[in-house]
């Protein structure tokens, strides 16, 4: 099963994004998340939301290691800075998503503007434009999430034979059995 998880700035919409995917509907009050990140399967996937634990630094830092992908979010109104969530990710070598939440307070032209102007300036594996509001694009961020998370996966897996294989051949020829 993957894991998934949401970063980025305090109020950009972390938890109604993952409250619109989950329920396809955005929350009837506005949420102020003020507990441990959480999470819920869905897709064979686990979304880790980590629910207003922007203060608490190593809580999300030890839960980025330990993630398959990263979607780092922000508001598209506001474009706030995202650049400490992305050193977060390339310190640890997590590939991320950047979505661009609010895109429905915005206009198209906008929208295409900032995407372009994040992936100039970041090295994400996607930029996508999203809105918890109307659910615009939340299919698309999931399966962005997902196949990334999958990418990820097999990387590690392929990562971890080849440590594997290069240190039982080392011991072989030690052994000079090759």
Same mark, same amino acid.
């Not at 307070?105 to 032209?109: G, H, Q, R, S, Y």
């Not at 659910?135 to 999430?145: H, K, S």
């Given at each position: 099963m993957s894991k998934i998880i949401l970063i980025g700035p305090p =109020? @950009? =919409?972390k938890t109604c994004l993952s409250y619109r995917y989950f329920f396809d509907k955005f929350p009837d009050q506005? %949420?102020?998340p003020t507990y441990v990140a959480y999470c819920t399967i @869905?897709? /064979?996937a686990i979304l880790y #939301?980590?629910?207003g634990q922007e203060r608490y630094a190593p809580i999300c830092a030890a839960l980025v290691t330990t993630m398959d992908a990263v979607v780092i979010v922000t508001d598209a109104d506001r474009l706030l800075d995202v650049g400490v969530y992305v050193s977060l990710c390339e310190s640890? =070598?997590?590939?991320? !998503? !950047?979505?661009l939440n609010k895109s429905d %307070?915005? +206009? @198209? /032209?906008e929208c295409i503007e900032y995407e372009r102007a994040l992936l100039n300036e970041f090295e994400a594996d996607a930029v996508v434009i999203v809105s918890a509001l109307t &659910? +615009? &694009?939340? #299919? @698309?961020?999931? +399966?962005?999430?997902l196949a990334l998370a999958e990418r990820e996966r097999q990387r590690v897996v392929v990562k971890s034979l080849d440590i594997a294989s290069n240190d039982g051949l080392k011991g072989l020829k030690e052994d000079g059995c090759c």
């Open positions: =109020g @950009v =919409g506005e %949420t102020q @869905v897709k /064979n #939301d980590t629910a640890r =070598g997590k590939s991320y !998503i !950047i979505a %307070t915005l +206009d @198209v /032209n &659910g +615009d &694009g939340m #299919d @698309v961020l999931m +399966d962005a999430a």
